[in-house]
């Protein structure tokens, strides 16, 4: 009875990652759809769902099933890369401070906080306005803004592993700084970043599609916040599309909860052994 | 013949962040004198205990002369050449030379590194090694010589595989390694089991018979110190109080504290009556040290000039050392 | 009659890599007044029994078999509200590390004042205040501090406080989980006085749990060793030691009244309680071992009404 022990303990964090392979498989194979996306039908203008589409048409007669599947790749690519962006930055940047808490930790904290008070959607907002509406620099202009929390959290375990006898061993042995950042406080950070990362990830997702629906999205990539967007601009609710709005909708809340689950428990499972050292 | 380490007048002060309402008002700046001036030699081949309770300052010793912590004065001579004074990288060479084995060996090893790499590590840092087959003989031979045999058991094993005692060879076999010439060994067994003990300590006494090493043997159990070392020095508050042979140490100490501290050995031996000297109250704070003597407060054979003179390390007997006024 | 009575008590551990066999059929006695020094080096199981007596132990423990009986009562069977009276009243605990014991935002006086009261209703503030600043007086503390908060006193004055509140509730039992391990050798000495102290005064019926083996000769009239989650052998202290590995233990300590020489120490690693052997646990460490200890595990044999041992070479004796 082992995997069902296993099952059990674990449900929550197994059912966000069914979600999420759902999704992944859909961005992978996106020639799963029925229908070309960018295909426009102006005889079929915001049709209820049908035999022929699903989940009904959009105000050009594009069929969302297919634009929903096709937005699945978009959403997850700028999700995983802008938090890849983000982590990297925070881990590199909480390291450092970490470690020379003395010296130059003091201003990169200083650096931190100032980016902590600047409030983050706003800012990501004019960015993006003022860079383009390019995917590349959704992408960019998320990440540079969401590396606060993981900076804050790697800079106080490395303050603590600091401290531990290992890294004292490693002085006494001869150790460049440079090694012991690099061979023994990183890999050790690690596994508390791994947890913290996929949960940037859903934050990820959840501000593209604040940043698409406010229109500074990439036209020419539709991502669910796109979707949401334009049938926000097409007075969707009015009309009563209701399918227009619900399966973006849908899609982007089950994407960032199977996120978030999976962040959850594999911060459960990381965090106690973190405690009992 | 020369002596291989002479540390004289060494001081470390670590400063002290005063948050009270005093220092708003310009009290001048506080320190944490852990180690406020002591002198001491130490020959080749011999094992030097330094015994003491807690926060006497005797780990901050061994930090200061091996430059894990910043010395605030005092000259450090190794073999003649003063490595307090020396420039980082010039101190580098000689880390090989003076290794440390630490009191904590659930900690002292880093969780990710299997037992090659932390063996092994010190050999590349130092380029003892050409490529991974001689690194992983030479770590094999290390293991060994420290007592883990079969040494292809541990080799790749992570540190919480093996147990206390098994750890604490790897960290001896790390400094194996490097071919030391002397050691810092602070409260090398204090963690573990004692019928593990032994065991270490015999390990340490072969290696120094087989390499002449010496030790600076650092603990807070004052029978382990008489049971293994050619001199003892006993510390309080930041100062060495009496020096000499472990016999004359329990047995004839002069001190009063070091009397006090040799009644109070635990004796496993219930039938045995002893006259305790169990002093009062806790050893005082090391930010605010009084003039005169330190052990002014708690000392049972105190005189007036106590507390204005500090005294100063005489030697009272051939090798025997004390700093005492009523001496 | 027997205050506590430890009839052959197994617990096991749930843990991932298989079932931890803890503590194996142990049995021990306390009399009122006495006070036992339990021994054993680290995974030995006597934390273990230590926190089994107040119901305290982990989530994954199971109590595989055997009663702690409190005068008449089994405390394994209790329910949470006949515990909750026992525990700090009847039974009271001084934990190791018992310097993080204490809330560091409230009080002393409060704390103690807490625990009598839940205890005592009926004992109003003033009085439970009374008292509180008289255990500091007995336990060497000051009345004059009973109002400090834990960091404005030391390590070991903080441990003396935890030893008043465990005396708070006039309770019949103390057991004590390593109190002297992390002091200093002076502090321990002045603990080790203050135990004394108490039980002549007091009567104080005492578990002491520790590794040191000189801290239970100095304070304890009687002790128990146990090795591998067995009991190996109970004496009253004088009595020489006649199990192997008690007396291997004994001569592990330095003795300064003795020579200077090193022949102390056990080769070998303590045994995997996940998979204990089938004989004697010691077996594979000791000396004196022969075919039948890796066979069977020996009984308990009584070489005097106050001395048991367990060991096949008394065993043989015997026969």
């Not at chain 3, 080790?192 to 239970?216: A, F, N, Q």
């Not at chain 3, 300590?253 to 003795?258: H, Q, S, T």
Request: aromatic share 8%.
């Amino acid at each position: 009875m082992q995997i069902g022990k296993l099952i059990k303990h674990n449900l929550s964090g197994l059912v966000g990652l069914l979600v999420l392979a759902v999704f992944v498989v859909l961005s992978f194979f996106p020639q799963m759809a029925p229908h070309d996306p960018h295909r426009m039908d102006k005889d079929k203008i915001l049709q209820g769902p049908s035999t022929e589409h699903l989940l009904g048409t959009d105000e050009v007669g594009r069929d969302i099933l297919s634009l929903v599947i096709y937005g699945a790749r978009i959403s997850l690519l700028v999700g995983f890369f802008a938090a890849g962006i983000s982590t990297l930055i925070g881990v590199t940047i909480g390291i450092f401070s970490g470690y020379y808490d003395q010296s130059w930790g003091q201003p990169l904290m200083r650096l931190t906080d100032v980016f902590l008070a600047v409030p983050q959607l706003p800012l990501m907002l004019v960015l993006a306005a003022v860079l383009g509406a390019d995917i590349l620099n959704v992408i960019v202009v998320i990440g540079c803004l969401l590396w606060t929390q993981i900076a804050r959290i790697v800079r106080s375990y490395t303050l603590t592993l600091k401290e531990r006898p290992f890294i004292e061993r490693c002085h006494a042995i001869g150790c460049s700084n440079a090694r012991i950042i690099w061979l023994h406080i990183f890999p050790n950070v690690l596994p508390l970043v791994f947890a913290n990362a996929i949960l940037l990830v859903a934050s990820a997702i959840y501000y593209e599609v604040t940043v698409s629906f406010l229109g500074l999205g990439d036209p020419t990539h539709i991502s669910w916040g796109m979707m949401l967007h334009y049938a926000f601009e097409s007075a969707a609710i009015l009309r009563r599309a209701y399918w227009y709005i619900l399966p973006p909708g849908i899609c982007i809340v089950l994407t960032v909860l199977s996120f978030t689950f999976i962040g959850r428990r594999l911060d459960e499972i990381v965090n106690p052994k973190l405690r009992r050292r | 013949m020369k002596p291989h380490l002479m540390v004289q007048d060494l001081k470390v002060w670590f400063p002290f962040t005063d948050r009270s309402v005093k220092r708003l008002f310009g009290g001048g700046k506080k320190y944490v004198r852990a180690v406020d001036g002591i002198s001491f030699t130490i020959h080749r081949g011999e094992i030097f205990c330094l015994v003491g309770e807690s926060g006497c300052g005797k780990s901050t010793t061994g930090n200061a002369i091996l430059r894990l912590v910043a010395a605030t004065e005092g000259i450090v001579e190794y073999n003649g050449v003063d490595i307090l004074s020396l420039p980082p990288h010039r101190f580098a060479d000689y880390r090989p030379k003076l290794q440390k084995i630490f009191q904590d060996p659930y900690g002292s090893l880093n969780p990710r590194q299997k037992i090659l790499d932390v063996v092994g590590e010190p050999l590349v840092i130092h380029k003892r090694v050409e490529n991974e087959e001689d690194k992983r003989e030479r770590v094999l031979n290390a293991l060994e010589a420290a007592g883990l045999t079969p040494p292809a058991l541990f080799i790749d094993k992570y540190p919480h595989q093996v147990s206390g005692g098994q750890r604490q060879r790897v960290v001896i076999a790390g400094t194996i390694a490097l071919n030391p010439e002397f050691i810092v060994a602070d409260e090398p067994v204090s963690m573990l089991d004692v019928s593990i003990r032994a065991g270490i300590i015999k390990l340490l006494l072969d290696m120094q018979r087989e390499a002449g090493l010496s030790y600076l043997f650092i603990t807070h159990d004052l029978s382990l110190a008489w049971m293994i070392c050619n001199r003892i020095a006993v510390m309080y508050l930041g100062r060495i109080v009496e020096i000499g042979p472990p016999d004359t140490i329990i047995h004839q100490a002069s001190h009063p504290y070091t009397r006090a501290l040799a009644s109070v050995i635990p004796v496993p031996d219930a039938s045995a009556a002893r006259r305790k000297i169990i002093l009062e109250g806790d050893i005082p704070s090391p930010v605010d040290i009084p003039d005169g003597c330190r052990f002014y407060s708690r000392c049972y054979e105190r005189i007036p000039e106590c507390r204005q003179t500090a005294p100063e390390l005489r030697e009272c007997a051939p090798g025997h050392w004390v700093a005492c006024n009523r001496i | 009659m027997a205050l506590l009575s430890i009839n052959n008590l197994s617990i096991h551990y749930r843990a991932g890599e298989g079932i931890v066999k803890a503590v194996q059929d142990v049995s021990l006695s306390l009399e009122p007044k006495q006070t036992l020094g339990l021994i054993g080096e680290s995974g030995c199981g006597k934390s273990t029994i230590a926190m089994t007596l107040l119901r305290l132990l982990p989530s994954n423990a199971v109590v595989q078999a055997g009663a702690v009986m409190l005068e008449n009562r089994d405390l394994l069977t209790m329910d949470a509200a006949e515990l909750r009276q026992i525990r700090g009243a009847r039974i009271a605990m001084v934990f190791q590390g018992a310097m993080n014991a204490f809330n560091p935002v409230r009080r002393l006086s409060s704390q103690i004042v807490e625990g009598i009261r839940l205890h005592r209703p009926e004992i109003d503030r003033t009085q439970a205040l009374n008292k509180a600043a008289g255990l500091f007086d007995l336990v060497g503390i000051g009345a004059g501090r009973v109002h400090d908060y834990p960091h404005q006193l030391s390590g070991g004055m903080k441990q003396r406080a935890m030893i008043a509140m465990a005396l708070s509730c006039d309770p019949e039992l103390v057991i004590a989980d390593e109190p002297v391990t992390a002091l200093d050798v002076m502090i321990q000495a002045q603990i080790i006085e203050l135990l004394k102290d108490l039980r002549r005064k007091m009567g104080l019926t005492l578990i002491l749990i520790t590794h040191d083996l000189s801290v239970v000769m100095e304070a304890c009239d009687s002790v128990a060793v146990m090795y591998g989650g067995r009991l190996m052998e109970t004496a009253d202290i004088g009595r020489p030691f006649k199990h192997p590995y008690t007396q291997k233990l004994f001569q592990a300590f330095p003795n300064i009244e003795k020579s200077r020489d090193i022949s102390w120490g056990i080769p070998g690693v303590p045994p995997d309680l996940i998979r204990p052997p089938q004989g004697c646990p010691f077996a594979p460490r000791c000396d004196a071992a022969f075919t039948q200890c890796r066979k069977k595990m020996p009984p308990m044999v009584a070489l005097a009404p106050n001395h048991q041992v367990c060991c096949h070479l008394y065993l043989e004796d015997q026969l």
